[in-house]
């Protein structure tokens, strides 16, 4: 340990790796994750008497709480709707419902700030309540320094305990409980919903691919669709295939000239396999390939922008804008940093980034109706530096109600910074470059470091308060995600009417809790419940980091 004590860079990186080593345990659907594992590991070695200085977890909190709303701001203003905010109401009940019970809890048994906060944080499971909360504790008028240290070390043990039992608890109701309740196997409701939206078969696990892939290409012999032009080939298909090239004695066609074909052409097809095979029943036989008939398809990833394609399902665009979407086949739809099912009846929300495949005019075409094409631009470090300065100065307002101070202090003035600065970049995304790898690994890594840090320092302080608390903690943690969840629950069933599977991710959204939608997803085989998780993600992801400020506004020096 004495190596550790002397080498600040080499204790973080250590808590780091053996941390996330540690969060890789599954027990059944249980998983610790990176983060828990590395508040564990960072607290033992706290207790050892290893610290690193605190401007690191400063730095590292602005660089996360930033990135996080940079990435899911184009989704939270996209969610102002009537659909957003019907699910929203499950994330404003989370927030208020947790508040109200941390707040009870901590007058019930007469607890500091700190040790409220970190209950709040941990039940939530939203680790960036930690530095929102532990920043407004820095900020509390008629405190010394050495309170701060042990309010702020309250903070992280309390929250390490009941984030623990709160993890446990969520994925356990939202994958196994819930399901039960409501009577439904999550595999068939979800395929039931699944084949409702249009969807095409089963879904993959990482790193796998299809033996049959939805998308082909094939070449056939023109022996019985002799006088056929192209555009009717297309139209008939329902735009579910296009020709892209065609080969008439040794010598190229152009396709864009809709030539009519003759026997003997050779005709490149591609789309959807069962229409492609359709196609071919009307053209003759398949053949291998042909030299000089091979067209390139272009792969693109497309971010949406416009206002016209946001909002409406992909059936709408398809069908409404055949002179842009024929020819072009989408493969993917990502949604912040998750993936959701692109079949017909998903909706395309601004901030979405669609992958889509087909010939270059055609996807640079669509490209330009629907959005702007992702580039793999070097982030814009004057954009992000301003947007984060703009968040520390909004930190720093200080609004007063009667002898209760609030302020969003850095987290939340950064958090709120985020927010619109990615937004700004989905309306206008020639500027304030920020790729979605840089920004997700600047969150994830960034948290890491401010909980490994943060882990560090409560380390000394962590036994005495789990010796004064050795129940309530655990209790507390289970009891407010129980209420919240079961709540969700019953709203979301008896009153907002939404589909079950959908429901329990949305649940799991609610929470913030990426461990219970990966349990969810498992049971499911299917990525359905994310339809509703992402929603209720990004909604709570703004909501329950500025409980912390809000919960230590509250209580204030009880206890302390």
């Known amino acids: 340990m004495s190596l550790l004590r002397e080498n600040a860079v080499l204790a973080l990186f250590f808590c780091l790796g053996l941390g996330y080593l540690v969060g890789k345990l599954r027990v059944g659907p249980i998983q610790l994750g990176g983060i828990c594992g590395v508040l564990i590991v960072s607290m033992l070695v706290g207790a050892q008497d290893v610290s690193v200085n605190a401007d690191v977890k400063n730095v590292a909190f602005a660089l996360f709480i930033f990135s996080l709303g940079y990435i899911a701001g184009p989704q939270f203003f996209a969610n102002m709707n009537a659909k957003g905010l019907r699910f929203g109401v499950l994330s404003v009940m989370e927030a208020v419902v947790v508040v109200l019970m941390a707040l009870g809890i901590a007058e019930a048994f007469d607890l500091d700030v700190g040790t409220a906060a970190g209950i709040l944080a941990g039940a939530a499971t939203e680790s960036a309540a930690v530095g929102t909360a532990q920043d407004a504790i820095a900020k509390l008028p008629g405190i010394t320094a050495d309170q701060t240290t042990q309010l702020q070390a309250h903070v992280a043990t309390a929250y390490s305990v009941c984030y623990l039992f709160g993890l446990i608890s969520i994925v356990l109701l939202t994958s196994q409980l819930f399901p039960l309740l409501m009577r439904i196997k999550l595999p068939e409701a979800s395929r039931q919903v699944w084949e409702k939206m249009r969807g095409e078969g089963g879904e993959l696990e990482p790193g796998e691919a299809p033996s049959l892939p939805a998308l082909v290409g094939r070449t056939y012999l023109v022996s019985q669709g002799e006088g056929t032009r192209i555009s009717q080939i297309q139209e008939r298909s329902g735009q579910l295939v296009t020709v892209e090239a065609v080969q008439r004695g040794g010598k190229k066609l152009g396709v864009d000239d809709d030539p009519v074909l003759r026997r003997g052409d050779q005709v490149l097809v591609v789309g959807r396999r069962a229409a492609v095979l359709d196609a071919g029943h009307e053209l003759g036989p398949e053949t291998s390939g042909v030299p000089g008939l091979d067209s390139p398809m272009a792969v693109r990833q497309v971010v949406v922008t416009s206002k016209d394609v946001a909002g409406r399902t992909l059936n709408s665009v398809r069908d409404q804008d055949r002179d842009v979407t024929g020819g072009v086949f989408l493969t993917d739809i990502q949604r912040v940093d998750h993936h959701l099912p692109a079949v017909g009846e998903t909706e395309v929300h601004r901030g979405d980034t669609l992958t889509v495949v087909g010939a ?98 409560a380390g000394p302080d962590a036994g005495p308060l789990l010796k004064q608390y050795p129940v309530l903690l655990p209790v507390s943690g289970i009891l407010m995600v129980v209420v919240p969840a079961f709540l969700g629950l019953f ?41 509703g998780y992402t929603i209720t993600y990004t909604i709570s992801n703004f909501l329950l980091p500025l409980t912390g400020p809000l919960l230590v506004g509250l209580v204030g020096l009880n206890g302390g």
């Not at 640079?364 to 959005?371: D, I, L």
């Not at 009417?497 to 990426?514: M, R």
């Not at 939608?517 to 299917?526: K, M, Y």
Request: one cysteine or more; a positive charge.
């Open 360 to 457: 270059r005019s055609r996807v640079e075409k669509f490209a330009s109706r629907v959005g702007a094409t992702v580039r793999s631009d070097t982030a814009d470090y004057i954009y992000i530096s301003l947007g984060i300065c703009l968040g520390v100065l909004l930190g720093k307002i200080v609004v007063h109600f009667g002898e209760i101070s609030l302020t969003l202090g850095t987290g939340g003035g950064c958090l709120i910074s985020g927010l619109l600065f990615g937004w700004f970049r989905s309306l206008r995304p020639t500027f304030g470059a920020y790729p979605p790898a840089a920004a997700q690994t600047m969150k994830d890594l960034g948290l890491a470091m401010f909980i490994a840090v943060t882990g560090m320092a």
């Open 491 to 531: 709203i979301g069933r008896r009153l907002l009417k939404i589909e079950p599977p959908i429901l329990v991710g949305a649940i799991a959204g609610q929470q913030c809790s990426t461990p219970a939608i990966t349990a969810v997803g498992n049971v499911a085989q299917s990525s359905v419940p994310m339809l």
